[in-house]
């Protein structure tokens, strides 16, 4: 199983770009990249998932090196509702690899 | 659309005593999950039905706890008895298949005093 290594804690201000980076060096050719993300007392709710290179949606943008040991998830002008905890998770269910959530970066955005 | 449902909510009971978890999920979600998430941590996966069939229970403490999805729809997950440790939230979680996004319900908050 890939395990995955993210920074405990992060601190931004209003309106900065957080970019937080998660090492996965195991990670197996079938594994898929994803991003969560958990407010208090709510189930963590799904940001984005790439493969490879970049993926971007409404919300985030996730960049993948060509050697996918690792990967950054970047949250453009953040806002103090982005305040929450975010999971990487590495792995493809359907290959047998489950993915599994660690313990996250809890993001404190202040004003 | 409707989310993903659990109840209840919450829950305190005292330990040894039995409890049971419910799960409705997302209309048409093929994947179900059952995690456990210990305060501090990130969820802990339990179980993932494929349909009706658990496809993935490794983690499921078969001495205690059972879990079940009838025709392949909702789930209910049991613990008997129960034990201090076992306090925690339990989340559910479905999706289309299993490489998609999983959707979260809103947990079961459980006390065992």
């Known amino acids: 199983l890939a395990k995955t290594t993210q920074p405990i804690s992060m601190d931004s201000y209003e309106g900065q770009e957080v970019n937080i980076t998660c090492s996965h060096n195991?990670?197996?050719?079938?594994?898929?990249i994803t991003w969560y993300q958990q407010f208090p007392s709510q189930g963590p709710r799904f940001i984005i998932q790439?493969?490879?290179t970049k993926v971007t949606n409404e919300v985030a943008s996730l960049f993948i090196p060509a050697d996918r040991k690792s990967s950054t998830l970047s949250l453009p002008r953040v806002s103090l509702s982005d305040t929450a905890v975010y999971y990487c998770?590495?792995?493809?269910?359907?290959?047998?690899?489950?993915?599994?959530f660690g313990k996250g970066t809890t993001l404190s955005v202040s004003s | 659309e409707a989310g993903v449902v659990q109840s209840p909510r919450y829950k305190i009971i005292e330990k040894k005593q039995p409890v049971a978890f419910w799960c409705n999920p997302i209309s048409g979600h093929n994947t179900l999950y059952w995690y456990r998430q210990n305060l501090g941590q990130g969820p802990e996966l339990l179980i993932r039905y494929e349909n009706e069939e658990a496809v993935d229970d490794s983690q499921l403490p078969k001495d205690r706890f059972s879990a079940e999805r009838l025709k392949g729809v909702d789930s209910t997950l049991k613990i008997q008895p129960a034990e201090l440790g076992d306090s925690a939230v339990y989340l559910c979680a479905s999706s289309f298949d299993p490489l998609n996004e999983q959707f979260f319900g809103p947990g079961t908050r459980l006390t065992v005093l």
């Open positions: 998770l590495v792995g493809n269910n359907q290959a047998g690899t489950a993915l599994i």
């Open positions: 195991n990670i197996a050719t079938n594994d898929y």
């Open positions: 790439g493969y490879k």
